[in-house]
């Protein structure tokens, strides 16, 4: 008896000594992580719920922000909240020591199904240089739009408020211009307020055409619409949650790339997909008051937004969205029926959860441009073999310390483990079966920053 009692104090006290360690490491850590995301903490405590408040009263100010109404009156229309918005975005500027420009992207809209003549649709694009040469090329993109609609996208003359559709969104955009102008990142953000949205997505489908022509680098896209209200129609409030959309199969995908993605189950490993799961990942370290509800949905059922054209161009693009929507303040004409209040008004938003939605998605947009790109050339050897063979191209920036490899059970929704492997282009899981698990790589800078993960295309068969 005394012999066991004895046995039992030593294993208490190495359970004990075993259970420090871990807390050391796990405090370690998280001491290192806090000094890696001290600017993401500073991005996300400066936002302000104030500023985005006066920035939706404003944009609410003036009457109507329909694509079609008066593009001259200074006080009306969506010409005045343009031109407010471009001097608000210069202001914006002015603390990013000239690495952020602003413009007004415009082109003639021709007749349509919803624009009955050629109409001026213009983007007011902000674009904070990144500083790294090897990482400038690479573009992140985040955008609200800034046009309403009552209840028929044609009607030009009725009062849209559009306080929340999307006047919320556009708030956020600016807050996180303003915020983030004055810090440096390694690769390029781009700030942006487009119109022609309730029009079928003008504006948006615009820049991406652009950038597309271009040979542009977007890395991935951002876009915030309908993300002011917290109590929906079902009467379920939510201050805690946002709705991120991401597509499974790309929008873009040929038959040649639908083959292998059906040979190796890739359905749920879109690029698109990586960037939500890097989301969930990081804002909800870095905004721990908001939960990241991932929706494997390109958007709400049947219907669409500005990401769309940047998907269909074949670059990675989530969308932002509150969590319980409220259909009496959507597209509606503003006017009280039995008693309740229809339109999209100011006294429907909630600020501070505005506020919160663009932490997540400063945060996010901070941890993508400050860390090395997403590995390329990735790609699982398709020998038959217990072990996972991985190979991928070496990245280029200076301050790379090496990769990760991560895995989930194919039935997992985000990245669950993950393996530091080094500054290689190669490695090898042993006794992992790439049958049973799902792999992928990422970067990771000096600092500790770590990229989105690639999804591995299968190797030839040796």
């Not at 359905?267 to 990081?282: G, T």
């Not at 161009?313 to 409220?326: I, Q, S």
């Not at 590995?375 to 301050?399: A, F, H, Y």
Request: hydrophobic share 35%.
């Amino acid at each position: 008896m005394k012999r066991r009692n004895q046995l039992g104090r030593v294993f208490q006290t190495v359970t004990i000594v075993i259970l420090a360690t871990n807390l050391s490491i796990v405090a370690a850590q998280n001491r290192s992580t806090a000094g890696r995301n001290r600017t993401i903490a500073r991005i996300v405590s400066e936002i302000d719920a104030r500023n985005i408040e006066a920035t939706i009263r404003k944009l609410v100010s003036f009457g109507t922000r329909n694509t079609l109404s008066e593009q001259n009156d200074p006080k009306r229309g969506i010409g005045a909240a343009r031109d407010w918005l471009y001097a608000e975005f210069l202001k914006a500027a002015e603390a990013s020591n000239g690495r952020m420009t602003v413009e007004k992207q415009s082109y003639e809209q021709q007749k349509a199904a919803r624009v009955p003549q050629p109409t001026i649709i213009t983007n007011i694009v902000a674009t904070l240089k990144g500083s790294q040469p090897e990482s400038t090329d690479r573009i992140y993109v985040v955008s609200g739009h800034y046009d309403s609609m009552c209840s028929s996208p044609t009607d030009a003359k009725c009062d849209a408020p559009g306080a929340n559709d999307d006047a919320s969104g556009t708030a956020a955009v600016l807050e996180m211009a303003r915020v983030m102008a004055k810090y440096e990142f390694d690769a390029t953000i781009v700030f942006m307020a487009v119109a022609g949205e309730e029009q079928s997505l003008l504006g948006s489908t615009h820049f991406a055409e652009q950038a597309k022509q271009k040979n542009w680098n977007i890395d991935a896209m951002f876009t915030n619409d309908i993300v002011g209200n917290t109590l929906g129609g079902n009467g379920v409030r939510d201050r805690g949650t946002v709705r991120v959309f991401s597509e499974g199969v790309p929008s873009n995908e040929t038959p040649a790339e639908a083959t292998t993605r059906r040979s190796v189950g890739g359905e749920n490993d879109s690029p698109s997909r990586q960037l939500a799961r890097f989301i969930k990942e990081v804002s909800e370290r870095s905004v721990p008051q908001m939960k990241v509800m991932m929706v494997y949905r390109r958007d709400r059922y049947g219907r669409g937004g500005d990401h769309i054209p940047f998907l269909e161009r074949g670059y990675p693009a989530v969308r932002f969205t509150e969590v319980n929507e409220e259909f009496r303040h959507q597209h509606q004409n503003v006017r009280v029926e039995n008693g309740v209040q229809f339109g999209d008004l100011p006294q429907f938003v909630d600020f501070p959860y505005v506020a919160n939605v663009a932490r997540v998605n400063a945060a996010s947009l901070a941890a993508l441009a400050l860390a090395p790109a997403r590995p390329t050339g990735v790609t699982i050897q398709s020998r038959l073999s217990n072990d996972t063979d991985l190979k991928w191209e070496s990245n280029k920036e200076p301050d790379l310390a090496g990769y990760e490899i991560v895995w989930r059970d194919t039935t997992a929704p985000v990245w669950t483990n993950s393996k530091p492997v080094g500054n290689v282009t190669a490695f090898s899981m042993k006794g992992m079966s790439k049958d049973n698990f799902f792999f992928g790589v990422r970067a990771i800078d000096k600092d500790g920053n770590r990229s989105p993960v690639t999804y591995p295309k299968p190797q030839a068969r040796t």
